[in-house]
């Protein structure tokens, strides 16, 4: 089978793509270095968004997922305001838009419809348009003014997670660039916060027996499962409870921590599985609060934190990283429960029941 060639000694696409997220980082960070090794892309893409007053993310799915961590980069970065929406819904019930809008097409494929009816939109408008993509040439790059390939290498697996990684690396380097067009103080040094977060992602991926085990113990048989965060971690665990509900079939839901107790708390009973992300020194004691409080009503919680968040013992600790590139880390967990998740209960990890990779009718 020609197709088995692609995945080497991997019985899965989706594990070997998990795994390429470290060289895929570095492989971003040399792409969109000069010869000078400085950071670099198209100022007219720079000049583009500094004109606008406001930029608009629209995606789908798990590249709508990272659309909010974009926000975040973007907003912390550039301080031009940004919002984030569904293809879905924009497109047949667009809000007001300001007088200067700048658009961020969020695509690994390039190919979805219900983004692309959007586009066809923005350019009847006459708006400036911006597609980030896996794929060069794809129907998204052509039909926008601007392109930023990814350079995650083919996805394979229906289920995203190296494109995740690689949008939100693409945006902080847009957000890095645009601030310093704008004369803003740098937020970080991009190129090497991106090198540390790769050889964070490594260290990760080198425990990957810790999360089949906890997939083994408490979701092989589960009936529903809930990953709860707060700020850049609620963005995360939007993703999180994704991939876990698109590959293994657990009804698993994300939630925003601090909302549990005005309703879903009501949903926990003895032994259902709640991990709490635990990445931002903001919000840490709240979100260990709530931890014990599901606790207390019977769940199995699992903390997932970050080094140096002075976390309970029985914590996975994550390595450090800079705090507006957390999730780039803290997704590598959740992506190897989901995996493990599917693979122990037999599923066919590759080709969730229902999915398509890349879905163009709207
Ligand atoms: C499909 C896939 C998802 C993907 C979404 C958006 O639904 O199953 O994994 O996130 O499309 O795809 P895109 O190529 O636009 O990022």
Redesign the pocket.
Known sequence: DANDLGKGTYPYYMAKEIDEQPAVMRKIIQNYQNEQGELEMDPEILDSILASDRIYIV?????YNAGWVGKQLLEKTTNIPTEVHLSSEFGYNMPLLTEKPFFIF???????AD?RQVLVQVNEMGYPSLTLTNVPGSTLSREAQFTLLLYAGPEIA???TK?YTAQIAVMSILAELTAKAKGLPVEMDVAHELAIVASAIESVIDDKEIFEQLSLTHLSTSRNAFYIGRGIDYYLVMEASLKLKEVSYVQTEGFAAGELKHGTIALIEDNTPVISIITDKKTAGHTRGNAHEVISRGAHSMIISMDGLNQPEDAYVLPKVHELLTPLVSVIPTQLIAYYTSLHRGNDVDKPRN?????TVE
């Open positions: 995606a789908c799915g798990t590249s969020l695509s690994q494929s390039g190919e979805t983004s229906v289920a995203s494109a999915l398509a990779k890349s879905v």
